[in-house]
């Protein structure tokens, strides 16, 4: 039987509460990831920043704001404004089909994995499908 454990990324880009906006938006397109753990100076999972979090508190493109604007207004924005708090985590010892099916039935993108209140990984939709693609590839090479 597979656990969380076995499949989740343990080399995490994670942010502190106090980052800005802006730090958070260069992290995501330069690593091309999705979602930004937030954590304290301790390590202690404490939200999730996503995509889609930073898109609703980015002004619109069509109000036609220069590039050095929206950097500057990203830079007095705290992380701590925009992150989600409610987010549902996970243990490395939950079963794999039990955390696909929470991201599945609840359209989450990922799930924090937590121990003793500390990150220590994340499982996301990607990370099934490459499981996902493993499993096909040996399937059909039978």
């Known amino acids: 039987m597979l656990n969380v454990g076995d499949l989740m990324t343990t080399e995490l880009f994670t942010l502190l509460e106090t980052d800005t906006l802006k730090t958070a938006r260069s992290l995501m397109q330069l ?42 207004i990203d830079s007095g924005i705290p992380v701590s404004e925009i992150m989600r708090t409610d987010v549902r985590r996970v243990p490395p010892d939950m079963r794999l089909r039990d955390a696909a099916e929470m991201l599945f039935r609840h359209k989450y993108g990922c799930l924090p994995v937590v121990e003793s209140g500390i990150l220590v990984g994340i499982v996301t939709e990607a990370d099934f499908l490459k499981l996902t693609i493993s499993l096909l590839d040996a399937v059909e090479t039978v």
Not at 32 to 38: A, D, G, N, S
Not at 50 to 60: F, G, N, V, W
């Open 31 to 72: 690593a091309r990831i999705r979602h930004i753990p937030i954590v304290d100076e301790h390590g202690r999972f404490i939200g999730l920043l996503t995509h889609r979090d930073i898109l609703e508190a980015t002004i619109s493109r069509f109000a036609e704001v220069e590039n050095s604007v929206q950097d500057e």
